[in-house]
Protein backbone atom coordinates (compact mmCIF):
# COMPACT_ATOMS: atom_id res chain seq x y z
CA UNK A 1 0.00 0.00 0.00
CA UNK A 2 2.96 2.27 0.41
CA UNK A 3 3.20 2.82 -3.35
CA UNK A 4 0.04 4.97 -3.56
CA UNK A 5 -0.04 8.34 -2.97
CA UNK A 6 -2.89 10.24 -2.08
CA UNK A 7 -5.15 12.91 -4.78
CA UNK A 8 -4.17 15.82 -4.92
CA UNK A 9 -7.03 18.22 -5.87
CA UNK A 10 -10.09 15.97 -5.24
CA UNK A 11 -12.39 18.38 -5.83
CA UNK A 12 -10.72 19.40 -9.28
CA UNK A 13 -10.68 16.00 -10.37
CA UNK A 14 -14.82 14.74 -9.50
CA UNK A 15 -15.80 17.85 -11.40
CA UNK A 16 -13.82 17.56 -14.49
CA UNK A 17 -14.58 14.38 -17.12
CA UNK A 18 -14.19 10.84 -14.89
CA UNK A 19 -13.98 7.31 -16.24
CA UNK A 20 -14.78 4.97 -13.07
CA UNK A 21 -14.14 1.10 -13.82
CA UNK A 22 -15.75 -1.14 -11.83
CA UNK A 23 -17.04 -5.03 -11.75
CA UNK A 24 -20.36 -4.63 -10.51
CA UNK A 25 -20.22 -2.44 -7.40
CA UNK A 26 -22.86 -0.77 -8.50
CA UNK A 27 -23.80 0.85 -4.92
CA UNK A 28 -20.67 1.94 -4.40
CA UNK A 29 -20.53 3.65 -7.89
CA UNK A 30 -23.93 5.18 -7.12
CA UNK A 31 -22.85 6.44 -3.78
CA UNK A 32 -19.81 7.65 -4.65
CA UNK A 33 -19.77 8.84 -8.11
CA UNK A 34 -23.19 9.15 -10.12
CA UNK A 35 -24.47 11.09 -6.98
CA UNK A 36 -22.29 13.97 -7.49
CA UNK A 37 -20.49 13.75 -11.12
CA UNK A 38 -22.74 15.83 -14.03
CA UNK A 39 -23.89 12.51 -16.48
CA UNK A 40 -22.01 14.14 -19.38
CA UNK A 41 -18.61 14.39 -17.32
CA UNK A 42 -18.96 10.26 -16.16
CA UNK A 43 -18.08 7.21 -17.95
CA UNK A 44 -18.93 3.87 -16.28
CA UNK A 45 -17.93 0.72 -17.43
CA UNK A 46 -19.30 -2.06 -15.80
CA UNK A 47 -17.08 -4.84 -16.62
CA UNK A 48 -19.38 -7.82 -15.09
CA UNK A 49 -21.42 -6.80 -17.92
CA UNK A 50 -21.34 -8.92 -20.97
CA UNK A 51 -20.86 -5.68 -23.66
CA UNK A 52 -18.55 -3.54 -21.32
CA UNK A 53 -16.46 -3.03 -24.17
CA UNK A 54 -18.40 -1.65 -26.31
CA UNK A 55 -18.02 1.62 -24.03
CA UNK A 56 -14.00 2.00 -25.19
CA UNK A 57 -14.53 4.39 -28.12
CA UNK A 58 -16.15 6.38 -25.52
CA UNK A 59 -13.21 5.75 -22.95
CA UNK A 60 -10.35 7.35 -25.64
CA UNK A 61 -12.64 10.06 -26.31
CA UNK A 62 -12.74 10.82 -22.33
CA UNK A 63 -9.27 10.56 -22.39
CA UNK A 64 -8.00 12.88 -25.13
CA UNK A 65 -10.28 15.32 -23.20
CA UNK A 66 -8.19 14.74 -20.51
CA UNK A 67 -10.30 12.35 -17.86
CA UNK A 68 -9.12 10.77 -15.04
CA UNK A 69 -9.08 6.61 -14.75
CA UNK A 70 -10.69 5.38 -11.38
CA UNK A 71 -10.86 1.70 -10.06
CA UNK A 72 -13.17 0.91 -7.73
CA UNK A 73 -12.41 -1.91 -5.35
CA UNK A 74 -11.35 -5.34 -6.34
CA UNK A 75 -11.49 -6.14 -10.69
CA UNK A 76 -10.79 -9.69 -12.31
CA UNK A 77 -7.03 -10.30 -13.18
CA UNK A 78 -8.01 -10.69 -16.98
CA UNK A 79 -9.77 -7.05 -16.82
CA UNK A 80 -6.65 -5.49 -15.13
CA UNK A 81 -4.76 -6.69 -17.69
CA UNK A 82 -6.97 -5.78 -20.25
CA UNK A 83 -6.73 -2.26 -18.97
CA UNK A 84 -2.86 -2.43 -18.67
CA UNK A 85 -2.85 -3.22 -22.63
CA UNK A 86 -5.02 -0.32 -23.32
CA UNK A 87 -2.03 1.82 -22.13
CA UNK A 88 -3.82 2.91 -19.21
CA UNK A 89 -1.67 4.10 -16.13
CA UNK A 90 -1.48 6.87 -13.09
CA UNK A 91 -5.24 5.90 -12.29
CA UNK A 92 -6.74 6.11 -9.14
CA UNK A 93 -7.71 2.74 -6.97
CA UNK A 94 -11.17 3.66 -4.68
CA UNK A 95 -11.23 1.84 -1.88
CA UNK A 96 -14.43 1.68 0.55
CA UNK A 97 -13.42 -1.06 2.09
CA UNK A 98 -10.24 -2.01 4.37
CA UNK A 99 -9.81 -5.07 1.98
CA UNK A 100 -5.78 -4.69 2.67
CA UNK A 101 -6.56 -6.03 6.28
CA UNK A 102 -9.66 -7.72 5.81
CA UNK A 103 -8.09 -11.43 6.57
CA UNK A 104 -7.15 -10.14 10.24
CA UNK A 105 -10.60 -9.42 10.84
CA UNK A 106 -11.88 -12.45 12.72
CA UNK A 107 -15.53 -10.90 13.19
CA UNK A 108 -16.54 -11.07 9.23
CA UNK A 109 -17.29 -14.87 7.42
CA UNK A 110 -14.37 -16.71 6.58
CA UNK A 111 -15.28 -16.93 2.76
CA UNK A 112 -15.05 -13.73 2.37
CA UNK A 113 -11.93 -12.68 4.03
CA UNK A 114 -10.16 -15.50 1.96
CA UNK A 115 -12.08 -13.97 -1.50
CA UNK A 116 -10.73 -10.63 -1.15
CA UNK A 117 -7.29 -11.57 0.60
CA UNK A 118 -6.17 -13.64 -2.03
CA UNK A 119 -7.62 -11.42 -4.87
CA UNK A 120 -5.40 -8.42 -3.17
CA UNK A 121 -2.76 -10.97 -2.49
CA UNK A 122 -2.62 -12.23 -6.33
CA UNK A 123 -2.98 -8.78 -8.42
CA UNK A 124 -1.61 -6.35 -6.14
CA UNK A 125 1.18 -5.70 -8.25
CA UNK A 126 -0.67 -5.49 -11.71
CA UNK A 127 -2.77 -3.06 -9.61
CA UNK A 128 0.10 -0.71 -8.89
CA UNK A 129 1.55 -1.05 -12.41
CA UNK A 130 -1.82 0.88 -13.18
CA UNK A 131 -2.91 2.71 -10.35
CA UNK A 132 -0.15 5.27 -8.48
CA UNK A 133 -2.94 7.13 -6.47
CA UNK A 134 -5.04 5.62 -3.85
CA UNK A 135 -8.68 7.41 -2.72
CA UNK A 136 -10.83 5.95 0.03
CA UNK A 137 -13.78 6.74 1.50
CA UNK A 138 -13.77 7.76 5.24
CA UNK A 139 -11.17 9.81 7.23
CA UNK A 140 -9.63 6.50 9.19
CA UNK A 141 -9.16 4.70 5.99
CA UNK A 142 -6.67 7.76 4.76
CA UNK A 143 -5.16 7.80 8.22
CA UNK A 144 -4.32 5.03 7.92
CA UNK A 145 -3.23 4.68 4.62
CA UNK A 146 -2.11 8.09 3.06
CA UNK A 147 -0.71 11.16 4.87
CA UNK A 148 -3.29 13.41 4.84
CA UNK A 149 -6.76 13.40 5.50
CA UNK A 150 -8.01 13.03 1.99
CA UNK A 151 -11.01 11.20 1.37
CA UNK A 152 -14.67 10.85 -0.90
CA UNK A 153 -17.52 10.48 1.37
CA UNK A 154 -20.57 9.07 -0.05
CA UNK A 155 -22.99 11.41 -1.48
CA UNK A 156 -27.05 11.69 -1.43
CA UNK A 157 -28.18 12.36 -4.82
CA UNK A 158 -29.11 15.54 -5.48
CA UNK A 159 -32.59 15.06 -7.23
CA UNK A 160 -33.13 12.32 -4.22
CA UNK A 161 -32.27 15.71 -1.74
CA UNK A 162 -34.81 17.65 -3.77
CA UNK A 163 -37.59 15.27 -3.65
CA UNK A 164 -36.99 14.39 0.54
CA UNK A 165 -36.70 18.69 1.45
CA UNK A 166 -39.96 18.82 -0.52
CA UNK A 167 -41.59 16.50 1.65
CA UNK A 168 -40.88 17.84 4.74
CA UNK A 169 -42.18 21.24 4.99
CA UNK A 170 -45.04 21.34 7.04
CA UNK A 171 -43.17 19.33 9.66
CA UNK A 172 -40.79 22.10 9.66
CA UNK A 173 -43.21 24.67 9.96
CA UNK A 174 -44.55 23.37 12.94
CA UNK A 175 -47.85 21.82 11.58
CA UNK A 176 -49.37 18.80 13.26
CA UNK A 177 -48.79 15.86 10.72
CA UNK A 178 -49.16 13.11 13.16
CA UNK A 179 -52.62 11.61 13.46
CA UNK A 180 -51.86 9.25 15.68
CA UNK A 181 -50.71 9.20 19.47
CA UNK A 182 -48.13 7.72 20.68
CA UNK A 183 -49.79 4.43 21.90
CA UNK A 184 -51.24 3.61 18.47
CA UNK A 185 -47.91 4.34 16.64
CA UNK A 186 -46.25 2.23 18.78
CA UNK A 187 -48.34 -0.60 17.61
CA UNK A 188 -48.39 0.29 13.67
CA UNK A 189 -44.53 1.22 13.61
CA UNK A 190 -42.04 -0.43 11.50
CA UNK A 191 -38.22 -1.34 13.30
CA UNK A 192 -36.21 -2.63 10.39
CA UNK A 193 -32.10 -3.30 9.80
CA UNK A 194 -31.04 -4.13 6.88
CA UNK A 195 -27.26 -4.93 7.34
CA UNK A 196 -25.50 -7.67 4.98
CA UNK A 197 -24.39 -11.09 5.52
CA UNK A 198 -21.02 -9.97 6.43
CA UNK A 199 -22.04 -7.97 9.40
CA UNK A 200 -22.30 -10.86 11.39
CA UNK A 201 -21.53 -9.37 14.76
CA UNK A 202 -24.07 -6.84 14.56
CA UNK A 203 -26.18 -8.97 13.34
CA UNK A 204 -25.72 -11.03 16.30
CA UNK A 205 -26.20 -7.79 18.01
CA UNK A 206 -29.46 -7.33 17.06
CA UNK A 207 -30.73 -10.50 17.68
CA UNK A 208 -29.88 -9.83 21.41
CA UNK A 209 -31.89 -6.35 21.24
CA UNK A 210 -35.46 -7.47 19.75
CA UNK A 211 -36.47 -10.14 22.27
CA UNK A 212 -35.85 -6.74 24.72
CA UNK A 213 -37.92 -4.46 22.69
CA UNK A 214 -40.30 -7.18 21.58
CA UNK A 215 -41.26 -7.86 25.57
CA UNK A 216 -42.49 -4.24 26.01
CA UNK A 217 -43.73 -3.61 22.59
CA UNK A 218 -45.31 -7.01 21.49
CA UNK A 219 -47.14 -5.49 18.67
CA UNK A 220 -44.27 -3.38 16.76
CA UNK A 221 -43.20 -5.04 13.12
CA UNK A 222 -39.28 -5.76 13.15
CA UNK A 223 -38.02 -5.92 9.44
CA UNK A 224 -33.89 -7.78 8.95
CA UNK A 225 -32.63 -8.64 5.60
CA UNK A 226 -31.06 -11.93 5.77
CA UNK A 227 -29.94 -14.56 3.91
CA UNK A 228 -30.88 -18.55 5.13
CA UNK A 229 -27.67 -18.45 7.24
CA UNK A 230 -27.88 -14.88 8.89
CA UNK A 231 -31.70 -15.87 9.71
CA UNK A 232 -30.29 -18.72 11.89
CA UNK A 233 -28.49 -15.61 14.51
CA UNK A 234 -31.96 -14.58 15.01
CA UNK A 235 -34.66 -15.60 17.53
CA UNK A 236 -38.14 -17.50 15.73
CA UNK A 237 -40.58 -14.88 17.40
CA UNK A 238 -43.87 -14.13 14.65
CA UNK A 239 -42.99 -10.17 14.65
CA UNK A 240 -39.77 -10.48 12.91
CA UNK A 241 -40.37 -10.70 8.92
CA UNK A 242 -37.15 -11.43 7.49
CA UNK A 243 -36.59 -10.13 4.11
CA UNK A 244 -34.37 -12.02 1.19
CA UNK A 245 -31.22 -9.69 -0.34
CA UNK A 246 -31.42 -7.92 -3.04
CA UNK A 247 -29.81 -6.00 -5.85
CA UNK A 248 -28.45 -2.07 -5.23
CA UNK A 249 -31.73 -0.58 -7.43
CA UNK A 250 -34.40 -2.58 -6.55
CA UNK A 251 -33.20 -2.31 -2.87
CA UNK A 252 -33.75 1.11 -3.65
CA UNK A 253 -36.96 0.94 -4.68
CA UNK A 254 -38.25 -1.41 -1.68
CA UNK A 255 -36.47 1.34 1.16
CA UNK A 256 -38.71 4.41 -0.88
CA UNK A 257 -41.90 2.13 -1.04
CA UNK A 258 -42.17 0.69 2.05
CA UNK A 259 -43.60 2.32 5.45
CA UNK A 260 -40.89 2.12 7.90
CA UNK A 261 -39.88 4.23 10.62
CA UNK A 262 -37.35 3.29 12.73
CA UNK A 263 -33.58 2.36 10.94
CA UNK A 264 -30.92 0.65 12.99
CA UNK A 265 -27.48 0.78 12.14
CA UNK A 266 -25.55 -1.14 15.18
CA UNK A 267 -21.74 -1.38 14.33
CA UNK A 268 -19.30 -3.12 16.75
CA UNK A 269 -15.99 -2.08 17.20
CA UNK A 270 -13.86 -4.18 14.70
CA UNK A 271 -11.74 -3.11 11.81
CA UNK A 272 -13.84 -3.73 9.30
CA UNK A 273 -16.57 -1.71 10.78
CA UNK A 274 -14.15 1.15 11.95
CA UNK A 275 -13.43 2.03 7.94
CA UNK A 276 -16.88 1.79 7.26
CA UNK A 277 -18.82 5.51 5.67
CA UNK A 278 -21.95 7.02 6.77
CA UNK A 279 -23.97 4.62 4.07
CA UNK A 280 -26.55 4.02 6.70
CA UNK A 281 -27.54 7.40 7.51
CA UNK A 282 -28.19 8.18 3.70
CA UNK A 283 -30.32 5.16 3.31
CA UNK A 284 -32.55 6.50 6.41
CA UNK A 285 -32.94 9.85 4.21
CA UNK A 286 -34.37 7.85 1.50
CA UNK A 287 -36.85 5.64 3.56
CA UNK A 288 -37.69 8.52 5.62
CA UNK A 289 -37.00 7.16 8.92
CA UNK A 290 -35.07 7.92 12.49
CA UNK A 291 -31.82 6.31 12.77
CA UNK A 292 -30.77 4.74 15.74
CA UNK A 293 -26.60 4.59 15.53
CA UNK A 294 -23.72 2.98 17.39
CA UNK A 295 -21.08 5.93 19.25
CA UNK A 296 -18.62 3.85 16.58
CA UNK A 297 -20.85 4.89 13.56
CA UNK A 298 -19.19 7.45 11.34
CA UNK A 299 -19.71 10.86 12.34
CA UNK A 300 -21.97 10.15 15.29
CA UNK A 301 -21.07 12.96 16.89
CA UNK A 302 -22.51 15.17 14.47
CA UNK A 303 -25.50 13.17 13.53
CA UNK A 304 -25.93 13.81 17.64
CA UNK A 305 -25.11 17.64 17.31
CA UNK A 306 -27.18 18.01 14.32
CA UNK A 307 -30.24 15.88 15.96
CA UNK A 308 -30.41 13.62 13.03
CA UNK A 309 -30.48 10.69 14.78
CA UNK A 310 -30.41 9.38 17.84
CA UNK A 311 -26.61 7.61 19.41
CA UNK A 312 -27.00 5.17 21.69
CA UNK A 313 -24.17 3.01 23.21
CA UNK A 314 -24.00 -0.65 22.17
CA UNK A 315 -25.45 -2.43 25.05
CA UNK A 316 -28.89 -4.63 24.00
CA UNK A 317 -30.81 -3.01 26.97
CA UNK A 318 -29.98 0.79 26.09
CA UNK A 319 -30.80 0.19 22.41
CA UNK A 320 -34.54 -1.46 23.48
CA UNK A 321 -34.75 1.69 25.75
CA UNK A 322 -33.79 4.33 22.47
CA UNK A 323 -36.11 2.27 20.12
CA UNK A 324 -39.10 2.40 22.52
CA UNK A 325 -38.27 6.11 23.62
CA UNK A 326 -38.88 6.91 20.31
CA UNK A 327 -41.87 4.87 19.83
CA UNK A 328 -43.59 6.44 22.72
CA UNK A 329 -42.92 10.22 21.49
CA UNK A 330 -46.41 12.61 21.39
CA UNK A 331 -45.57 13.67 18.52
CA UNK A 332 -43.97 11.04 16.77
CA UNK A 333 -44.52 11.93 13.19
CA UNK A 334 -43.33 15.30 13.31
CA UNK A 335 -40.77 13.97 15.44
CA UNK A 336 -39.27 11.87 12.20
CA UNK A 337 -39.71 14.53 9.61
CA UNK A 338 -37.65 17.36 11.22
CA UNK A 339 -35.04 13.92 11.99
CA UNK A 340 -35.45 13.39 8.43
CA UNK A 341 -35.26 16.75 7.30
CA UNK A 342 -31.85 17.33 9.52
CA UNK A 343 -30.69 14.21 8.51
CA UNK A 344 -30.65 15.64 4.71
CA UNK A 345 -29.34 18.47 5.95
CA UNK A 346 -26.37 16.86 7.61
CA UNK A 347 -25.75 14.55 4.82
CA UNK A 348 -25.26 17.42 2.41
CA UNK A 349 -22.60 19.01 4.74
CA UNK A 350 -20.74 15.49 4.74
CA UNK A 351 -20.71 14.95 1.24
CA UNK A 352 -18.12 17.95 1.16
CA UNK A 353 -14.68 16.18 0.26
CA UNK A 354 -12.44 17.50 3.11
CA UNK A 355 -9.42 20.41 1.99
Not at 45 to 50: E, L, R, Y
Not at 130 to 137: E, H, K, T, W
Not at 175 to 195: M, N, P, V
Not at 303 to 332: M, T
Amino acid sequence: MQKFSEVDHLEQVISSKVIVISHGCQATVDRYFTSRIATENLLWIDTSTVNWQSSLNRLKEFQLQGACCLFVRKLPRAVLQYFLKLGIRKAIWFLDDDIPTMMQDISLPLPYRLKHTIWLYSNQRLLEKICNRLLVSTSHLANKYLTGNIFLPPALAEKNELALVRSVPDSVAGYDISGTSALQHSQEACIFYHGSASHKIDHQFMAKVFPILLDKQPTVKIQVIADKRIRKLYPLLPQIDFVQPMVWHAYLDFIKSESLDIGLAPQMDSLFNRSRSHNKLIDFCLSQAIGVFSPGFSFADDIKRAEAGVVCENQPLLWAKAIEEILQSEDFENRKQQTVFNAIHLCKELQQCPK
